[in-house]
């Protein structure tokens, strides 16, 4: 598909599913990403067709039509996290050109032959002569059998773009077993804007357990009778999501956070004092009701869901292929009788033992809807801008760009910040606290003033005020700060101030209150 028909499908889409403003606004951020001036010409006066890996949800309209530019959409292949129905049905029908090679995550991690097949006839309709490929990659599934593809598809690749941790992960191990990539690759995994994104991720998630997986199309199940809930991995998505749970358990509820880096249990006992942090999974999965899992690498086998409390939910925030070992779940089988929408009910066939695996096995975060904040525009504009820089290269500077992975680097960081707030305004930068920090200032811990959406709320204050955790993050801008306090929270502060005295100092250009 080309710009124009790209067009068509996401101003289709949008009538079918009326967006916000927001989204409105993405096509002339990408458009601003492409004119950007360069200092060199591309390398090849090929066109580009691309082979993108994505989640099927309303920001893959925006991100195709911002990526192709001049050049060509050619194929695209679904994530296989769970989706909302609707959206991912509108997107399939909208998009079925590039669906029609039928290709899914199964057969990149299991059936090489038959992506070697798509491949081939793949180059077949976008001859060698006449295009260049791309690959922008989400979860390292061109890496699994890199050199196992074809070799003629890879020397006319000018190189792959990777969104996630585990795909960064993946492609590392290729050139540690191999010496060396077939093609560049780039990654977003870490760069500061994606880092940014995670709290998106983590409220996604949160609403998705709360809503769908616990709500009466799911386990039915209140949250008041949660008993026990764990947390397997307290990185980025890990720790902010159980951040977010913590605030919806009942007080007699028990959070076990488990993680077996030392500096991700420190940063967890800080950021939920609330938590219980171990480095003992088995002890965090003992007795729990729900089990969230988001970890880099496998952490369940068979032995760890036989020890699971009959009638545990386990969720993922990741590919459960990714996480859980081959074979752990042998002897369970499906019971169509207590399978929801939402949850897949598993028993084993001698011992009745109980699983409920939520979204059937598949990555919940986009469950509820794919991340709310338009944040997500950036991150996917990093992709973009990488995109341009591989058709840049030369090929002295190609060949020595596969002996290791490239990371975006602070300049494009900087110039996609720039370009994201002009159409958004100003992006929340934690990092920029860290001067204040050292001087004496507090950084809110989000529990007392909550920002949802445009909205400014408060909950359990006297509990929070006390612990110095108070959040104001309000939604009416003033002339002296860039930013001002919501009517609700002056109040309060004003009325409990002989209590609670608490200097606010508002920061204009990260949107964050700090006191002390």
Known sequence: MNLTELIAAREAF???????????????????????????????????????????????????????????????????????????????EHYAPLLEHGLTKEHFFKNPERVSTFLN????????????????????????????????????????TEHTLNGLKAYKEVIEKHGQLLSPVYSIATSKVKVQENNEVADSICNAIFSQILGAEGLHRPTSRLEKVAFIGAGNIGRNTAKMVS???????????????????????E???????VSDQAEAIKDADLIFVATSGVALNAEDFTSMRSGTCVVFGTSYDSVVSENALVGYQKNDALTTDYVTCLEHETTGHTLYLAAHGGSVNFLAGSTSHPIIHAVLGEVVTLSDQLKRL?????????????????YDDQYIREKWEKQYGPMTDYNSLSRLVENGWKVPRNNDFAYVGRETVIS??????????????????????GLGISATATHYLHTHAEHYPIQIWLDANSQEALFR
Not at 460 to 481: F, Y
Request: charged fraction near 25%; proline fraction near 6%.
């Open 247 to 269: 605030k919806r358990l009942r007080r007699q509820a028990s959070l076990v956070v488990c993680d077996i880096d030392p500096y991700a249990r420190e940063k967890t006992n």
């Open 460 to 481: 359990n204050t006297h509990a929070n005020l006390q612990h110095d955790k108070v959040s104001l993050i309000a939604p009416e801008r003033n002339r002296q700060h």
């Open 14 to 92: 949008f009538r079918a599913h009326p967006c916000m403003s927001d989204d409105k606004k993405a096509p002339e951020f990408y458009r601003s990403l492409r004119q950007r001036p360069q200092l060199r010409p591309k390398n090849s006066k090929k066109k580009t067709v691309y082979i993108a890996v994505a989640h099927l949800v309303h920001s893959l309209t925006t991100f195709l039509e911002g990526l192709v530019g001049d050049d060509v959409i050619g194929a695209f292949i679904p994530k296989g996290s769970q989706t909302v129905k609707n959206i991912a049905d509108s997107l399939k």
């Open 394 to 410: 030369t090929p002295f500077e190609r060949k020595n760009a596969c002996k290791h992975v490239t990371v975006c680097n602070k």
């Open 271 to 277: 950021d939920i004092p609330s938590a219980k942090v």
């Open 121 to 160: 006839e793949f180059m077949k309709h976008y001859p060698p002569e006449e295009y260049e490929y791309q690959v922008m990659d989400h979860g390292g599934y061109f890496a699994q059998h890199m050199y196992s593809l074809p070799k003629a598809f890879f020397e006319n690749c000018r190189g792959v």
